[in-house]
């Protein structure tokens, strides 16, 4: 019985409309960059954005999801990098399709729609002979649906222990982390059928590509605690996952993903822009009737593609460290098996519009971002180019200090990581040179990373820890500071409890609540809590699902659970915060009017001190633009405008032009927030915001932008300040400027004239000082040759001098090594509480002692750094008592070399 054949559009499309038809909401993949997650590097699970539903910290207007998610597996804990290209299902990049139960529905359902959807006629209509499931070895309620209720027969359902090598450590039991959620899981498989190596799961051919995983149901049903033990969830939930690459791959009949649709269209595209014949390639599959067998660099280039411009799209650019730094690879691994392929020039940045072209109608944000994605990308492989270059000429002085004819393994390692050096490039070079690589040396540095990349995926976060307050609060803090509450619950050193006293530091729920709960960059509200028994001092406020918690210390008395209080906020602090975070607004519109619409919020903090904001841009914003931006907005702050909000449905604001961001969490209803002068039918700024905010513009007094820099690649930072702390800046140049005037006998408005006119003079004596420096450091030299001995037959200096800094102990030592040939020369330069040190080895020498030798040890001994070349190194150091005695038995030790 043959499976019917379905694109990779039309699976998702009926996965998505499938689980609506049965009450599941279709939720829109999240961001490739976790929102609030500092576990995780990359969103790699359809869960990933629903972690804090399962966690009961969440709630949403709906109880079942359902949702095609993004996913990158690429470094990390869960990294497929090294695997793709080579295999059948490895992948930088997937889509996870997913429906989701949130204390509603349970294992029951959740196997019957799974198998409805598989084998369902109007569905995928899969035969069901050949689907096989797993379930935990001790879930004999999983196992009685499957077989009697679903109607398998038990020979097609396999018990699954703990194969891991501990308890409920097994590939069919899920936990979220050491401590909190986890479960039992049932999985299931496809047979590709007996033409194709490989066992069922739980057999030693487990690993073969016959019997394929396609779903996973996990059913969350227990609490781990710190002691190991399980507790029944009160809520149980269910979090399922299906590869649309891998159910593609069996609706269309063939084995590997990288046969399907989508990655056929992406390969023929690589292949055209790489300009590769792959017509004998086709003739062959085509005469043999067998899949065509694309090479696997190919392969890599379309699979990079997909997680390249996804990542990129999402606000990851290519940096040395974090997100940015697996990019880069990921970039430079394609690049490299593009270049193996035949490729010139640059290319990879051309497989954007391939990409669209496949996926762009269910990924609107990769047309979105295309300038700026393709820019990044060409970018990218320019820099590439130059590494390649550099990484060349390091090889080339570590060839030339080889002993031997083997090039050792931590030498090719830091080439491959540091530079991005292919290893089969160095394994080329050295065999021109009749030297080969040290593969095994290589291979252990590898697996030292990898470790470091796992290590660096393990996050020992206890879920239990994470207070799960059960019911809402009301928040009755937009138009008053001051209002009335009663103590719902109380948390000391995170366990409930039903009193505080004096001295106590603890959590305090209220049913309603004037303070405003860190939200969307906005600091939490601090202030008092008081009643006829005790008095609480609020120093922050944060969620905690629907209830807002507030953080402090009981300053007198005692508190009790159910008491009233009245709950009072720091009006001062809640005012100039407000300002901020109105002007934070009116600042990302002049932004993008200023820079252009490409520019993406990245990050924001609303303090009542200043305003930051984080933005996408991959230039520095220069003074002039600043300046515009100042003045747009306080353009908009002088036009004393109202600042209204209103609630609208998401299509509404939509319609109404509110700006959202890309992988932001929106409910069905939200607040709009509209501020600044109308044009064009709109308000100068239109975003979704639940914050605190002034009335009017005017409001916020005056705008003044306090700094600008990078903080990440393609990341740039504003700092500013509002009201009387802008005024007080304003105040503090005018005094600066009024005593620069003073010190220099100006008029207020000579003050740019004197300054350049100074500049001008100090620019002029600073060359004469170097000239002046210049004759007395030729000077100097000359007097130092009477300080030349030899030691072990080598002319050698060695010497101290005084009152020298770096730059004039380098032009020191270049006037005595004029005058000084075939000789090592070391010199210390004392200047204040530093010292200088620089030494040189006439090439003659250098088989048996190098320079960077020299500072190394002179620098270790005194407690500073230093390294260099063999000819020629330079450190520093603290002044000390060891300077003399040291530089003293310097002679010894060259001698002994």
């Given at each position: 019985?043959?499976?019917?054949?379905?694109?990779?559009a039309?699976?998702?499309?009926?996965?998505l409309?499938?689980?609506?038809s049965q009450g599941?909401t279709?939720?829109?993949s999240?961001?490739?960059?976790?929102?609030?997650?500092p576990?995780?590097l990359?969103?790699?699970?359809?869960?990933n954005?629903?972690?804090?539903?399962?966690l009961?910290?969440?709630?949403?207007?709906?109880?079942?999801?359902?949702?095609?998610q993004?996913?990158?597996?690429a470094?990390?804990?869960?990294n497929d990098?090294?695997?793709?290209?080579?295999?059948?299902?490895?992948?930088?990049?997937?889509?996870?399709?997913?429906?989701?139960?949130?204390?509603?529905?349970?294992?029951?359902d959740a196997?019957?729609?799974?198998w409805?959807?598989?084998?369902?006629?109007?569905?995928?209509?899969?035969?069901k002979?050949?689907?096989?499931?797993?379930v935990?070895?001790?879930?004999?309620e999983?196992?009685d649906?499957?077989h009697?209720?679903?109607?398998?027969?038990?020979?097609?359902?396999?018990?699954i222990g703990?194969?891991?090598?501990?308890?409920?450590?097994?590939d069919?039991?899920?936990?979220?982390?050491?401590?909190?959620?986890?479960?039992p899981?049932?999985?299931?498989f496809?047979?590709?059928g007996?033409h194709?190596?490989?066992?069922?799961?739980?057999?030693?051919?487990?690993?073969g590509?016959?019997?394929?995983?396609i779903?996973n149901n996990?059913?969350?049903q227990?609490?781990?605690?710190?002691?190991g033990?399980?507790?029944?969830?009160p809520a149980p939930s269910?979090?399922?996952g299906?590869g649309?690459?891998?159910?593609?791959a069996v609706?269309?009949?063939?084995?590997s993903n990288?046969?399907?649709?989508?990655?056929?269209?992406?390969?023929?595209?690589?292949?055209?822009?790489?300009?590769?014949?792959?017509?004998?390639?086709?003739?062959?599959?085509?005469?043999t009737?067998?899949?065509?067998e694309?090479p696997?660099?190919l392969k890599?280039?379309a699979?990079?593609?997909r997680?390249?411009?996804f990542l990129?799209?999402?606000?990851?650019?290519?940096?040395?460290?974090?997100r940015?730094?697996?990019?880069?690879?990921?970039i430079?691994r394609?690049?490299?098996?593009?270049?193996?392929?035949?490729?010139?020039?640059?290319?990879?940045?051309?497989?954007?519009?391939?990409l669209?072209?496949?996926?762009?109608?269910?990924?609107?944000?990769l047309?979105?971002?295309k300038?700026?994605?393709e820019?990044?990308?060409?970018k990218?492989?320019?820099?590439f180019?130059?590494?390649?270059?550099?990484?060349?000429?390091?090889?080339?002085g570590?060839?030339?200090?080889l002993?031997g004819?083997i090039?050792?393994g931590?030498?090719?390692?830091?080439l491959?990581?540091?530079?991005?050096?292919?290893?089969d490039?160095?394994?080329?070079?050295a065999?021109e040179?009749d030297?080969?690589?040290?593969?095994?040396?290589?291979e252990?540095?590898?697996?030292a990373?990898?470790?470091?990349?796992?290590d660096?995926?393990?996050?020992?976060?206890?879920?239990?820890?994470?207070?799960n307050?059960?019911?809402?609060?009301?928040?009755?803090?937009?138009?008053?500071?001051?209002?009335?509450?009663q103590i719902?619950a109380?948390?000391?050193?995170?366990?409930?409890?039903?009193?505080i006293?004096?001295?106590?530091?603890?959590?305090?729920?209220?049913?309603?609540t004037?303070?405003?709960?860190?939200?969307?960059g906005?600091?939490?509200d601090?202030?008092?809590?008081?009643?006829?028994?005790?008095?609480?001092?609020?120093?922050?406020?944060?969620?905690?699902?629907?209830?807002?918690?507030?953080?402090?210390?009981?300053t007198?008395?005692?508190?009790?659970?159910?008491?009233n209080v009245?709950?009072?906020?720091?009006a001062d602090?809640?005012?100039?915060?407000?300002?901020?975070?109105?002007?934070t607004?009116?600042?990302h519109?002049?932004?993008?009017?200023?820079?252009?619409?490409?520019?993406?919020?990245?990050?924001s903090?609303?303090?009542?001190?200043?305003?930051?904001?984080?933005?996408?841009?991959?230039q520095?914003?220069?003074?002039?633009?600043?300046?515009?931006?100042?003045?747009l907005v306080?353009?908009?702050?002088?036009?004393?405008?109202?600042?209204?909000?209103?609630?609208l449905?998401?299509?509404?604001?939509?319609?109404?032009?509110?700006m959202?961001?890309?992988?932001?969490?929106?409910?069905?209803e939200v607040?709009?927030l509209?501020?600044?002068s109308?044009?064009?039918?709109q308000n100068f700024?239109?975003e979704?915001?639940g914050g605190?905010h002034?009335?009017r513009?005017g409001?916020?007094?005056?705008?003044?932008?306090?700094?600008?820099?990078?903080?990440?690649a393609g990341?740039?930072?504003?700092?500013?300040?509002?009201?009387?702390?802008?005024?007080?800046?304003v105040?503090?140049?005018?005094?600066?400027?009024?005593?620069m005037?003073?010190l220099?006998?100006?008029?207020?408005?000579q003050?740019?004239?004197?300054?350049?006119?100074?500049a001008s003079?100090a620019s002029?004596?600073?060359?004469q000082i170097?000239q002046?420096?210049?004759?007395l450091?030729?000077?100097q030299a000359t007097?130092?040759?009477?300080?030349?001995?030899?030691?072990?037959g080598?002319s050698?200096?060695?010497t101290?001098?005084q009152?020298?800094?770096?730059?004039?102990?380098r032009?020191l030592?270049?006037?005595?090594?004029?005058?000084l040939n075939?000789?090592?020369?070391v010199?210390?330069?004392?200047?204040?509480?530093?010292?200088?040190?620089?030494a040189?080895v006439?090439n003659?020498?250098?088989a048996s002692?190098k320079?960077?030798?020299?500072?190394?040890?002179?620098?270790?001994?005194?407690?500073g750094k230093?390294g260099?070349?063999?000819?020629?190194?330079?450190g520093?150091a603290?002044?000390?008592?060891?300077l003399?005695p040291?530089?003293?038995?310097?002679?010894?030790w060259?001698?002994?070399?």
């Amino acid at each position: 019985m043959s499976t019917r054949f379905m694109t990779s559009a039309e699976i998702r499309e009926a996965f998505l409309s499938y689980f609506e038809s049965q009450g599941h909401t279709r939720v829109a993949s999240s961001s490739l960059v976790p929102a609030n997650d500092p576990t995780l590097l990359f969103t790699n699970a359809g869960m990933n954005q629903f972690k804090d539903c399962f966690l009961g910290l969440e709630k949403r207007d709906y109880v079942r999801a359902t949702s095609s998610q993004k996913c990158v597996r690429a470094g990390g804990k869960h990294n497929d990098l090294d695997n793709v290209g080579y295999t059948a299902r490895h992948h930088t990049f997937f889509e996870m399709l997913g429906n989701f139960s949130f204390g509603d529905y349970f294992k029951r359902d959740a196997i019957k729609f799974a198998w409805e959807f598989l084998t369902g006629d109007k569905w995928l209509a899969l035969p069901k002979d050949k689907l096989y499931v797993t379930v935990y070895h001790t879930d004999d309620e999983a196992f009685d649906i499957w077989h009697k209720e679903v109607g398998l027969d038990a020979s097609r359902i396999i018990r699954i222990g703990d194969n891991k090598g501990e308890k409920y450590a097994s590939d069919n039991f899920w936990a979220m982390g050491d401590t909190g959620p986890c479960g039992p899981c049932s999985e299931i498989f496809y047979d590709h059928g007996d033409h194709i190596w490989g066992g069922l799961p739980g057999s030693p051919e487990e690993d073969g590509d016959r019997f394929i995983e396609i779903w996973n149901n996990v059913f969350m049903q227990f609490n781990r605690t710190a002691d190991g033990v399980l507790h029944p969830l009160p809520a149980p939930s269910v979090d399922t996952g299906m590869g649309l690459e891998r159910i593609s791959a069996v609706l269309q009949h063939v084995n590997s993903n990288y046969e399907i649709d989508l990655f056929q269209n992406l390969l023929k595209a690589a292949a055209k822009i790489i300009d590769l014949d792959i017509t004998e390639i086709e003739a062959t599959a085509k005469a043999t009737n067998k899949p065509i067998e694309y090479p696997a660099s190919l392969k890599v280039v379309a699979d990079h593609a997909r997680s390249c411009c996804f990542l990129i799209a999402d606000g990851v650019n290519p940096s040395n460290e974090g997100r940015g730094y697996v990019l880069r690879r990921i970039i430079r691994r394609a690049v490299r098996h593009g270049n193996k392929l035949g490729a010139t020039g640059t290319f990879f940045y051309k497989m954007l519009q391939p990409l669209i072209d496949v996926m762009g109608v269910a990924y609107p944000e990769l047309e979105a971002q295309k300038l700026r994605i393709e820019t990044a990308l060409l970018k990218e492989e320019e820099q590439f180019a130059k590494t390649l270059e550099q990484g060349l000429k390091l090889l080339e002085g570590e060839l030339a200090q080889l002993k031997g004819t083997i090039i050792p393994g931590a030498t090719v390692f830091k080439l491959y990581d540091t530079y991005g050096f292919p290893t089969d490039l160095t394994a080329d070079i050295a065999r021109e040179r009749d030297l080969t690589i040290d593969e095994a040396g290589f291979e252990v540095e590898m697996a030292a990373q990898r470790q470091r990349a796992r290590d660096a995926g393990k996050f020992a976060i206890d879920y239990n820890s994470i207070i799960n307050v059960e019911g809402d609060t009301q928040f009755d803090g937009y138009d008053s500071t001051q209002g009335q509450g009663q103590i719902i619950a109380i948390y000391k050193d995170g366990v409930q409890v039903n009193e505080i006293v004096e001295g106590d530091e603890a959590l305090i729920v209220l049913n309603q609540t004037p303070f405003y709960a860190e939200s969307g960059g906005q600091i939490g509200d601090t202030g008092i809590f008081k009643n006829d028994t005790g008095i609480f001092e609020v120093q922050d406020t944060k969620k905690s699902g629907g209830a807002f918690v507030h953080q402090g210390i009981v300053t007198m008395g005692n508190l009790i659970t159910t008491q009233n209080v009245t709950a009072i906020v720091k009006a001062d602090i809640r005012d100039a915060t407000a300002r901020n975070h109105s002007a934070t607004h009116l600042l990302h519109s002049a932004l993008r009017q200023v820079l252009g619409s490409h520019v993406q919020q990245k990050g924001s903090l609303v303090a009542s001190e200043l305003l930051r904001f984080d933005f996408a841009n991959d230039q520095p914003v220069t003074f002039e633009q600043l300046q515009e931006i100042e003045r747009l907005v306080n353009q908009e702050v002088i036009a004393n405008t109202i600042v209204s909000t209103e609630l609208l449905n998401i299509d509404a604001a939509k319609e109404k032009g509110a700006m959202m961001l890309f992988g932001e969490k929106y409910g069905n209803e939200v607040r709009v927030l509209s501020m600044g002068s109308v044009q064009d039918e709109q308000n100068f700024s239109i975003e979704l915001c639940g914050g605190i905010h002034v009335k009017r513009t005017g409001d916020i007094g005056l705008f003044k932008i306090t700094s600008e820099g990078g903080v990440a690649a393609g990341v740039r930072r504003i700092e500013a300040i509002t009201g009387e702390k802008a005024l007080d800046v304003v105040q503090k140049i005018d005094r600066d400027i009024y005593t620069m005037n003073d010190l220099l006998k100006a008029q207020k408005d000579q003050t740019l004239e004197k300054v350049e006119a100074l500049a001008s003079t100090a620019s002029s004596l600073q060359k004469q000082i170097e000239q002046l420096n210049q004759k007395l450091a030729n000077f100097q030299a000359t007097e130092l040759l009477n300080q030349v001995q030899s030691l072990a037959g080598r002319s050698t200096l060695i010497t101290v001098v005084q009152n020298v800094d770096a730059k004039s102990l380098r032009n020191l030592h270049d006037g005595v090594k004029s005058k000084l040939n075939h000789a090592i020369i070391v010199i210390a330069g004392v200047e204040g509480d530093k010292v200088s040190l620089i030494a040189s080895v006439a090439n003659d020498f250098i088989a048996s002692i190098k320079a960077g030798d020299i500072i190394k040890y002179l620098a270790q001994e005194l407690g500073g750094k230093g390294g260099g070349k063999p000819d020629l190194a330079q450190g520093g150091a603290p002044l000390n008592e060891k300077l003399q005695p040291i530089m003293a038995s310097l002679p010894a030790w060259l001698e002994a070399k």
